[in-house]
């Protein structure tokens, strides 16, 4: 049996989760809980629906970084100037969420929170250094997004924490680009997905993180193609090799929804059209 909760104020919320027992979940959008009940996933749980507390809300420079709250839904992202200038990967990537229904009420903790290894909004998020906020009743940590899934729907989490937001450095003159393919574009989940965001200077790359969506246990940093698009000038060798290293840094596994390789193929594909739209086209 599911158990749905709705506490006004993240102090009651915190208390709520460290004295249940069992499975414990929150909830703002709830596209997750959907998914998950109708894939016979939902046994006896709690869930906390966070919805009404300010605490999970807005989007913000906070200093140095920004800041978005988990309730804040896809819808706002894409909306967001302040997100248009500062991550556009995040931006686009958002829109490739879903439906008009889904992006108005999916969230980026909810995305956060599930751990899948197509999540749109963490490919996005692992490029701009993102992190994740977390709280209990008696302590509130903050750790790298890169660390925070560990295998498919598989996550530190602790069952008495919740996902506060995510946070990343505010960087100047930063590019940004997402794509991914997927049987139906957004209406389904992505075969495949590569963002980049990267500082460019004079046309060369300064500063570059490139992520893979779906093509692993969990979303990647691709380190090595990021190594290779900053060792050597911009040229259509530099692309071919980058293109191989993100195909090499693959991980896919075989399903219903795509072979392994088909899905290590469009690494290298998706990761030249994010290129191109960042504004490194090869003539």
Known sequence: MIHVYRPDTLRD???????????????AGGTELVARQQAGLIGDSLWADIGAI???RGIRKDGEDLWIG???????????????????????????????????QGTIGGNVACGSADADAVCALLTLDAEVELAARRERRRLPLADFATGPEITVRRPEE????????????????????????????AKAAV??????????????????????????????????????????????????????????LDDLRSSADYRRRMCGILLKRALDGIGLPLE
């Open 13 to 27: 919320l915190l208390a709520l989760l460290a004295a249940a027992e069992g499975p414990r979940y929150c909830l």
């Open 195 to 252: 963002a980049v965001s990267a500082v460019l200077r004079e046309g060369e790359i300064e500063h570059v993180r490139v992520a893979l969506g779906g093509v692993g246990p969990r979303v990647l940093r691709a380190l090595g193609t990021e190594k290779r698009l900053l060792r050597d000038p911009w040229s259509a060798a530099t692309l071919a090799r980058a293109m191989e290293t993100a195909v090499a840094e693959a991980r896919p």
């Open 162 to 189: 919740v996902v506060l937001g995510v946070r990343f450095p505010a960087r100047k003159h930063l590019r940004g680009a997402y794509r991914r393919v997927a049987p139906r574009n957004g209406a389904t989940r």
């Open 54 to 56: 300010p605490d999970f």
């Open 70 to 104: 988990a309730a804040t839904t896809h819808s706002e992202v894409v909306e967001s100037p302040l997100l248009g200038g500062f991550a556009p990967a995040l931006v686009e990537a958002c829109a490739a969420i879903g439906s008009p229904q889904v992006r108005n």
